[in-house]
């Protein structure tokens, strides 16, 4: 609502200092700076105490790819020659299957086992671990996130680096 607010002024009244103007100057911007401040008071919350436990991510690494990596599985299999509409149902069967297992069960995902007990897929499973390698599904993410902290968050660090309490670093 402020941002209409502030708009509609700024396009009736070009900024002529006139009543309603001024108005939402007393009301907007104060509000603008008190709102950024509770964000930013939430990020410091959030990110101060932020442990990041490698474990449970090369866990979570090992337990969803699979899911992730049924499209890649198609389209490998549908280049040995597979039929697409086949190897989607088994996919689509296999997957179901294993989701159970992991829900109903609290067994560990074994997709990829079930995959390779499937004589279907027999043409392309000794190339599963290629196809499940984790840093296939990343993109260009590991190359922006290295670009965005060299460029950015560095000479941030650095130029405020005497009003930082205590030491800011940041390890990829």
Not at 78 to 84: P, S
Not at 144 to 162: C, F, G, N
Request: net charge negative; glycine share 4%; with cysteine.
């Amino acid at each position: 609502m402020y941002e209409q607010s502030a708009h509609f002024t700024a396009s009736t009244q070009w900024m002529e200092r006139t009543l309603d103007d001024s108005a939402n100057r007393r009301i907007i911007i104060p509000d603008a700076f008190l709102t950024v401040d509770a964000i930013l008071i939430t990020l410091q919350n959030v990110s101060e105490g932020l442990v990041v436990y490698e474990a449970v991510i090369d866990k979570n690494l090992r337990e969803f790819p699979p899911f992730m990596a049924t499209e890649n599985i198609i389209v490998t299999m549908v280049a040995k020659g597979g039929d697409r509409q086949e190897c989607h149902e088994k996919i689509r069967v296999l997957s179901h299957e294993a989701t159970m297992g992991i829900k109903m069960e609290e067994k560990p995902n074994d997709l990829i086992e079930r995959i390779k007990n499937e004589p279907y897929f027999a043409p392309i499973v000794h190339m599963m671990d290629d196809i499940l390698d984790p840093s296939t599904y990343t993109g260009c993410a590991p190359q922006q996130v290295s670009e965005y902290i060299a460029e950015r968050v560095q000479p941030l660090l650095k130029r405020y680096e005497d009003q930082l309490e205590g030491s800011a670093s940041i390890n990829i």
